[in-house]
């Protein structure tokens, strides 16, 4: 067979190139005549416009274009149209765009768009969800119930911007039992600003009629689709291709500053750029969103959860954006990793006049992981149980019932924690420290999943015997495409990966691609390569049948030729047969497509819901070691232990990269990034000075085994790996800061000064009035749902 | 007023006003984009480059103070072609880089560090990386990385244990 690609350490085919400074990052490109944009931002979180005027803009120096709200009056929204391009009517958050300019240079533009008048009659503003759920809370967005709504079956009512709720079995009955223990925890979580070194940027050009975008996106597909709506363009005339993109983590899954530029080269006819600055970025990225959470649990004496509902607020900020699909996710992440009897979970995304959130690596799941790890810690500790033992006991495995009615397959997190227990065996000992400081560990599990759905991809077999790859795939830094892809490719075709040409994303050039994120690149590309690869296959044999005088069934491809089974003497070269094709049949090419195949859950128990059941679950099982300073509430992680599930790892060095990033960024998320809004309803941190991301000295490295062999719908069961290794880390380590401190952790980041609150017993009791104590209170009743 | 740097070891003039931050000269002027400008405020340390062989934010360095000095970035390691700088290599070697974006300011902070203290302990690299942000990589096989070239750079009398 095939020497083996997959399994194999391979470089990254980028990395010299990174490393010599020649990489072109979108930031880093310039046109021929390029101008340069500013964007006139809303410095107030809620206002009713009174008047926007553009001309003293258009009469300053340099300047080639002023648009505004007039100039886009489409609207976009991924569940309902609550969101245009500029302000219109109202101001809804702080940075909102109000107006857009392109001049000479990038002064001028800014100097333009400050000349702007912009009248405002100030609003009350309502910047936390207990202040847009109180009774008679000003609306976000008074006029919602005119929104159309695209996606059918959820509920949204005021300031309640989407609810998704899962009922399944009779969680009032098993609260009720008399052999229960009740169990309920309460939880905050602040905002992670993504934090790409490349902000979002781009360049727009109008060529031909069509519009050309180069732009640090993870989804060129939705660049173009939104695009097109909101210039009233045809999805077609839009070009969107992306250079290597600086960093996403989520912040670039959505359009970002493209129709903006496209507008102004539009309406200048010259190529505009227009690229965030940092204190752009953190006024306006797509964090991960703040979040409430309530949970409760009814547990017997043995360890089983017989009932548990939980109510999840998500701050969506003054747009639903992504987040809507995001409630989706509660009931697969805080639904998941445990058998429960019966479940109720609501999951609410809730309008306030911030900056509007979104997608973040594991979104939704790191804090309600995070809920659910704590919380079983408590069930743990109310009926006398090892933490390590109940997990044993109610992990899902083989035919387990999810939250949602989806049957499970596999035995993955027992055996994983399992191996958890053997990794801490092999780690070297440390010696008993003495100095002062409260020693704790944790063990936490996490259920996350791949965002499959729909991918194509084209492979050029050319009659050098190379293959070129064809997709809409963007390299944002975890490797998919110049490492995973191309082992895929060589291994579906007998050839070497660096045979491989892998085409950077161009919507002109391949087909559609739901985008890069959700751990999906490697799964759905990868088997959408693979299906157009058997494509290639078989036009190949068919001639180096007749080449070799040998019946199809009887070849195989390997180290680059077409060979005999039996007789590898008996070969010709995939080059040859290439070159032969072009006389034969024409140059061969194959296409391959990929799609969510849609696995069942129990009919009627969602409501809401954009994904219902997991195609392709992910498990982790991570364990962390602190010390807290209780003279400083100064956390150090000691030691960080993970056990991943990746269905099968193509590059396990590669693998290992992605999981010491995602845990570094979860240690940051755990114990210090917390994006805050004031009174004023701006965001506190404006740059890296105020807004800490873990440094060289604050890390440790993860120890790692790679868990291999659980059931997958990937191609040659791959799951995707470079995502869930955040998903964990802020559980484990809120739980080892418990058990070193015996105090109950309900709030990250764990900062000093809270972890001295939390030592001070200040911190024992999180109330969140706007939680009705009955879970039944906080749900739309079905009558105030629109249309 | 036209002033005089010497860049990658060439003598350079540079038309830009002196209050210019030395990042915007190198990347609009003079089009070596491996510095990065992502925070423009020094915390970052994507810009990083050598001045007079010392690590420094180009972000927040004004032109006008760098003019009769000697200024290396990303782009004057390693030797023409394909040639790699044996801290480069080790990156390479070690699959360090993920997005990118980071290292060549990372590689100079490293480079300055190196060529003071060839045997730059695990400490001294943590300390050397203080100002310098990566998002992806979680830091540390930049630092088996550099530990390494740090090792293949050390003579052989020197070697400490």
Known sequence: MNAPMIGLDLPRRDAADKLRGQTRYTVDRARPGMLHAALRRAEVPAARIVRVDLEPARRMPGVRAVVGSADAPGRSGMVAADQTLFATGEVRFVGEPIAAVAADTAEQARAAAAAIVVELEPLPPVLTMAEALAPDAPLVHSGWRDYPQFVPGGQRAGNVAWEATVVRDDVAAAFARPDVTVVESTFRVGRQNQASLEPRACIATFEDGRVLIETSTQAPWTVRDTTASLLGMRPADVRVVVPAVGGGFGLKFAFGLEPFAALLARSSGRPVRLANSRRDEMLTALCRENAEIRIRSAVTASGEIVGREAVVLMDCGAYGGEQPFLASMTAHTLGGSYRLGSVRLVSRAIYTNTPPTGAFRACNGTYNVFALERHTDEICQAIGMDPVEFRKRNVIGDGSIGATGQVFEGNVLGPMLDRMTALRAKAPERPAASDGRLFGRATVIGTWFILVGPSAATVNLNPDGTATVVTSGVEIGSGAMVQALPQIVAHSLGLRPEDVVVRQADTDAAGYDVGVGGGRTTVSLGAASVAACQEVRTKLLQIASDMLEAAPDDLVLEAGHVQVVGAPQVRVSIAAVAQRAQGVTGPISGSGAFTAPGTASRPGCTAGHLVDALDLPVFAVHECEVAVDPETGQVEVLAYRVVQDVGRAINPRAIGGQIQGGVVQGLGYALHEEVTIGPDGKVRQQGFETYRVPLAQDVVPVEIDLYEGAPSIGPMGIKGAGEVPILNVAAAVACAVVNATGRPVREIPLTPPRVLELLDGAADELRLPHIKARWEDNVLPPAAAAG | ?161
């Open chain 2, 1 to 161: 007023m036209a002033m005089q740097i010497t860049v990658n070891g060439e003598a350079r003039t540079i038309a830009a006003a002196p209050m210019t931050p030395l990042v915007e000269v190198l990347r609009e002027e003079l089009f070596l984009t491996g510095a990065k400008q992502a925070c423009s405020e020094g915390f970052c340390g994507a810009c990083t480059v050598l001045v007079d062989d010392q690590p420094v934010a180009a972000c927040l360095l004004p032109v006008g103070l760098v003019e009769g000095r000697a200024v290396r970035t990303v782009e004057s390691l390693g030797t023409a072609g394909d040639g790699l700088s044996p801290l480069q290599a080790a990156m390479l070697e070690h699959d360090a880089v993920q997005c990118g974006m980071c290292f060549p300011g990372i590689l100079m902070a490293l480079t300055g560090l190196l060529e003071r203290r060839p045997n730059a302990s695990e400490a001294e690299i943590r300390s050397a990386l203080a100002g310098n942000i990566c998002r992806c990589t979680g830091y540390e096989r930049i630092i088996e990385a550099a530990l390494a070239a740090s090792a293949a750079l050390r003579q052989p009398e020197g070697a400490t244990p």
